[in-house]
Structure formats: structure tokens, C-alpha cells
């Protein structure tokens, strides 16, 4: 996951920060962690589709409603994950749905490349 100044800054004491932050791709499924404010293990089968989002965005953590979540440490190298059928995830250790998942990584195209099927 990447995390710039200010996330690691805001992020790190709060025990969410780089070294606790992990975006892992596998065969079959990812997971996205960031300490113990998110973690989603989703099958890859259920990655309907996965893009580059261009801009930047102000906030750092985890946070989202209705299916929809960011989950970043930087404001930039974001991509969002769609997911369907919803997959469960973990925010403060409530359960919610997950549909989409937008995270913030050092190399967008590379986990874009490795989320494509086959």
C-alpha cells in the first residue's frame, strides 16, 4: 500500500501505518489490510473489474458507506477494485459489504496487470 507524508504522519501512530498495510495478490484471491482499521480478503473470481483512478483525494484511512470504500495512505497511485457479488470485509472489526474498493499502491499498473483475468 502507499503511503505519503501525511499518512504516514496521520496513519502510523494510529497503528494503521505502512508497516501494518499490506495489498497481496494471489491466484486465487486479494487481500487488503491496514492494520486494524480494514482488512477484506475478495476471490479473484468475484473482480469484475479493476482501473486506474486519476486525481488525487484528501483524505487517508479507511473509510466508505454502502458498499463503496477507500482505503489509502496516499492521496494518489489509487485503483478501484469492482466487485460483485459483494464480498465481506472488516472496518474496526464491524462486518460490512464490499462492492467496490478503491486503494492507494506504489505501482497502480502492475496490481491493475495482476488483477486481470487469467
Do not use: C
Not at 11 to 35: C, F, H, W, Y
Request: aromatic fraction near 4%; hydrophobic fraction near 40%.
Amino acid at each position: 500500500m502507499k503511503y505519503d507524508a501525511l499518512g504516514t504522519g496521520v496513519m502510523t501512530p494510529l497503528g494503521a501505518g505502512r508497516k501494518r498495510s499490506r495489498v497481496v495478490v494471489t491466484d486465487t484471491e486479494i487481500t487488503v489490510t491496514q492494520g486494524w482499521a480494514f482488512r477484506a480478503t475478495v476471490p479473484r473470481s468475484s473482480i469484475t473489474d479493476a482501473r486506474r483512478t486519476p486525481g488525487k483525494v484528501l483524505s487517508r484511512g479507511a473509510h466508505g458507506w454502502s458498499g463503496r470504500w477507500l482505503v489509502n495512505g496516499a492521496g494518489d497511485g489509487l485503483v478501484r477494485i469492482t466487485i460483485a457479488p459483494t464480498a465481506r470485509a472488516r472496518v474496526t472489526g464491524v462486518p460490512v459489504s464490499l462492492r467496490e474498493l478503491t486503494v492507494s499502491v506504489d505501482d497502480p499498473d502492475a496490481l491493475v496487470a495482476a488483477l486481470q483475468p487469467g
